[in-house]
T-cell receptor
Framework: GEDVEQSLFLSVREGDSSVINCTYT??????LYWYKQEPGAGLQLLTY?????DMKQDQRLTVLLNKKDKHLSLRIADTQTGDSAIYFC????????????FGTGTKLQVIP | ETGVTQTPRHLVMGMTNKKSLKCEQH?????MYWYKQSAKKPLELMFV???????ENNSVPSRFSPECPNSSHLFLHLHTLQPEDSALYLC?????????????????FGEGSRLTVL
């Protein structure tokens, strides 16, 4: 089956950039996502990228996709304490409803 | 109410109990999902319902029984669970593809039901 892998933990200092990495196995992935889960809450979509794109920028967030290596990354510029959360990488093929495959989540700790 | 609401938020049950988790969405979506979240493991897709029909059963043990009476409600019935079933159970919904429309595949999650099996 499809696999999505990411490291479990990342610690950065406030004001630095954070880079969270992810690899996936499904070459038919059409949609690639980053979700954020704050303590005690469900997941919320942070951003997404289509597989025909290399990069997407949205304010402090930059998503890079290397389709050849099946590698996705999320860069958060000027990381704030409010960015502390679990970040999930996910992928899905095209479809009327979405069979989305998630990774383990990377827990981002921001040190003041 | 708006969004995806899950009840109860916390549940403790013994291995011989029968209980149910409830999910309700007010977003007009046609697809609903159950996911299991365990520490250090990928989020596991359990079941998918599309227009009230079950379209995915990800090899889930029969002690978990889903029910989708309409597009707004989803239940997960629990019976004779094991301690390793303790986890956060997340419900999600999404729109299905409509003619001529582009669906991004965004899932809208509830806050989860934290289940502890003793």
């Amino acid at each position: 089956g499809e696999d999505v892998e990411q490291s479990l933990f990342l610690s950065v200092r406030e004001g630095d950039s954070s880079v969270i990495n992810c690899t996936y196995t499904d070459s038919s992935s059409t949609y690639l996502y980053w979700y954020k889960q704050e303590p005690g809450a469900g997941l919320q979509l942070l951003t997404y990228i289509f597989s025909n794109m290399d990069m997407k920028q949205d304010q402090r967030l930059t998503v890079l996709l290397n389709k050849k290596d099946k590698h996705l990354s999320l860069r958060i510029a000027d990381t704030q304490t409010g960015d502390s959360a679990i970040y999930f990488c996910a992928e899905a093929p095209s479809g009327g409803y979405q069979k989305v495959t998630f990774g383990t989540g990377t827990k981002l700790q921001v040190i003041p | 109410e708006t969004g995806v609401t899950q009840t109860p938020r916390h549940l403790v049950m013994g291995m011989t109990n029968k209980k149910s988790l409830k999910c309700e969405q007010h977003l007009g979506h046609n697809a609903m999902y159950w996911y299991k979240q365990s520490a250090k493991k990928p989020l596991e897709l359990m079941f998918v319902y599309n227009f009230k029909e079950q379209t995915e059963n990800n090899s889930v043990p029969s002690r978990f029984s889903p029910e989708c009476p309409n597009s707004s409600h989803l239940f997960l019935h629990l019976h004779t669970l094991q301690p390793e079933d303790s986890a956060l159970y997340l419900c999600a919904s999404s729109p299905s593809r409509t003619s001529g429309g582009r669906v991004t595949g965004e899932l809208f999650f509830g806050e989860g039901s934290r289940l502890t099996v003793l």
